[in-house]
């Protein structure tokens, strides 16, 4: 590829992108009403969305193979115990990972 | 203090596990695409602009393929099809946040996405200033990452190998604090459960367009069916 060949491609990647963030807030601007099924779906989508990046970060483990998940698995249940029971966002989230590292690297290494 | 500097210490400290994430996930990027012959000048650039992870390790390979702009454009929008639904979640809460709001859309990646759409901002707190911040933060830790793996990353010599399960981790607790503040459970459910059996369909590269055509197919056909009951 030419330099320029290369910016018009980074440039498309970029244009794609914004697309995707840009759209809704272009269809439904702030001035009308949003519609009542789109007003639905912004209080249904955020939870379902929450679950769905959960299993989008997860989605390279394999199950059926290697450890079949059992450190995400232990590490993931430290973090949402630790979230449930003391709802310290930040403990959670800093156990479960140098949880998640400490297995990674020494347990299952 | 000003609202600026208050805004800031409220959205710094739930920032940190992206920090160490992107800081970490960001080199490794620097390093993949200076490893494949490319400038520093180019993951550093690409990084602030097109600023969605996954989306960046794909552009490496289109660079390297032929020239397609085309497809470089609809390859974007299929890995990025998440964001629509970023982006209807959020029509209410960027509202009235002035010209602020077109760096929130520019700068809606996942993470910052997760934090903005489910924090509980104190009281007192600037709510734009706060999301601004959380995005305009995360951003700075990717370009961060980014710069320092392409520069000098082939020279460090760390083993941070998990470390990156910082943003499974986040994802998780804030579903479970999510999961705790509602009462009713069935849009958590469903977003769990739906992609994952999309996941062991189509396969990881495969799972994400289905998974969102199908949540939002049921969730259509729920508001027309509760709109008909009453």
């Excluded at chain 2, 029509?91 to 009235?96: A, C, F, M």
């Excluded at chain 2, 399960?165 to 604090?177: D, G, H, N």
């Amino acid at each position: 590829m030419t330099f320029s060949q290369e910016l018009i491609t980074i440039a498309a990647v970029v244009a794609g992108t914004m697309v995707t963030r840009f759209l809704p807030f272009v269809l439904f601007p702030a001035s009308k009403k949003t519609p009542p099924l789109i007003a639905f779906l912004g209080q249904v989508l955020p939870p379902a969305v929450m679950g769905m990046l959960v299993i989008y970060s997860l989605k390279d483990v394999s199950l059926f193979a290697g450890q079949h998940g059992l450190p995400e698995f232990l590490a993931g249940s430290l973090t949402v115990l630790l979230q449930l029971f003391t709802r310290n966002m930040l403990l959670a989230v800093a156990s479960g990972t140098v949880g998640y590292m400490l297995l990674v690297q020494y347990v299952f290494a | 203090m000003n609202k600026y500097g208050s805004a800031l210490r409220a959205a710094f400290p739930i920032t940190l596990p992206i920090c160490a994430a992107f800081l970490f996930l960001g080199i490794s990027y620097g390093l993949y695409m200076t490893g494949r012959g490319f400038a520093p000048l180019y993951p550093i650039c690409t990084s602030a602009l097109v600023f969605a992870g996954s989306m960046e390790f794909v552009l490496v390979s289109l660079l390297l393929g032929p020239f397609d702009p085309l497809n470089a454009f609809f390859m974007a929008l299929t890995v990025n099809s998440r964001h629509l639904f970023y982006g209807l979640s959020m029509l209410e809460k960027y509202k009235d946040t002035g010209l602020k709001k077109l760096y929130l859309i520019f700068g809606m990646c996942d993470e910052s996405f997760a934090i903005n759409c489910s924090v509980k901002i104190p009281a007192g707190i600037d709510k734009g200033w706060f999301m601004t911040f959380v995005t305009f933060l995360n951003q700075c830790y990717w370009v961060t990452g980014v710069t320092t793996g392409a520069l000098v990353g082939s020279r460090l010599d760390f083993d941070a190998k998990g470390l990156d399960f910082a943003l499974t981790a986040l994802f998780l607790a804030i579903f479970a604090a999510q999961w705790q503040g509602e009462e009713n459970h069935g849009p958590s459910l469903l977003g769990l459960a739906l992609p994952f059996f999309c996941l062991l369909l189509w396969g990881p590269k495969a799972f994400l367009p289905p998974s969102l055509a199908l949540l939002l197919a049921l969730f259509v056909c729920a508001f027309y069916y509760r709109r008909q009951r009453s």
